[in-house]
């Protein structure tokens, strides 16, 4: 049974859905872009099953999570949020997942010396320093991210004043289609339209975008955590991808294992795109479990 919580956290108050018995090991959840809170709502039930308490927060700028006042939707603001709620629920042996953006926080969480989370498990995205090339993988490296620069359209895209907000619904459900190909979105769509039902979220969730190659003004903290976002990861991670997936080609996740602490997997799903807990949620859910219980 789903739930729901408020966490004020200062600089914003986030919304959440919950499943599992507050007190338990935090398993906190965080979703990515074009998506909501409900992209978990296949691990949420089973991870409380497991004997979690699982948050999954509505990022800053998804309703009905606020927009922050300052305007920051940094990567570092998110970690920030992540580090908040932990701290907020105060849960032992918290652990993170994350997809899309809200991998691309856990990974940064994975670089964070004195992290509150035990394991960290990001879909979809890689630490971005581990995909450095080397001298042993430097020419098929450079192969995967011209192909990739293709894929990447979207986040110039997403630059542009005004016209990403007026094409939202339109840009996002092409961008579900084409990332998760046979994928029936259809209801995860009509939640991200609950959760961007004004102007002022729509800039809210292109944001993220913009902040990504813009200097914007954050607060010292969130500069400081924004950095995570380019350091080495220093603590082991579990990261899954799909075989089909339309937006980060898997070429680019060939070979990343070495690249990571020692203790991290990295494992494709077959048959899954971007999404691929809601299109596998069986093998995925599967996999974190087990590495959230190891040991």
Request: proline residues 8%.
């Amino acid at each position: 049974m789903v739930n729901r919580d408020t966490f004020d956290l200062g600089e914003v108050t986030l919304h959440a859905l919950t499943w599992g018995t507050p007190g338990a090991p935090l398993a906190l959840c965080l979703h990515g872009y074009p998506d909501t809170a409900w992209t978990w709502r296949h691990l949420g039930p089973e991870l409380a099953g497991r004997g979690f308490h699982v948050v999954a927060p509505f990022s800053r700028g998804y309703a009905p999570s606020g927009i922050p006042a300052d305007g920051d939707l940094s990567t570092g603001a998110r970690v920030a949020d992540a580090l908040g709620l932990a701290a907020r629920i105060g849960a032992p042996e918290a652990v993170v997942i994350g997809h899309d953006w809200g991998g691309f926080t856990a990974t940064a969480l994975a670089a964070l010396d004195g992290t509150p989370f035990r394991a960290v498990v990001s879909l979809a995205v890689p630490p971005i320093a581990s995909m450095t090339p080397g001298r042993d993988n430097l020419v098929p490296h450079l192969a995967q991210t011209v192909a990739q620069a293709l894929n990447s359209w979207y986040i110039l895209a997403n630059q542009l004043p005004a016209l990403p907000e007026r094409a939202f619904a339109r840009l996002t459900e092409f961008l579900w289609r084409t990332w998760s190909p046979g994928y029936d979105a259809s209801a995860d769509l009509a939640h991200l339209a609950d959760a961007t039902p004004t102007r002022a979220h729509r800039t809210a969730a292109t944001d993220y975008y913009r902040f990504l190659l813009r200097r914007r003004a954050r607060s010292p903290r969130n500069r400081e955590l924004d950095r995570l976002l380019l350091a080495e990861p220093r603590h082991p991670l579990l990261l899954l991808h799909g075989s089909t997936d339309g937006c980060l080609r898997p070429g680019l996740f060939r070979g990343l294992e070495r690249r990571l602490p020692a203790g991290s997997r990295v494992v494709e799903v077959e048959g899954a795109g971007h999404f691929l807990h809601l299109e596998q949620p069986a093998p995925v859910n599967r996999l974190i479990i087990e590495h959230l219980t190891a040991g």
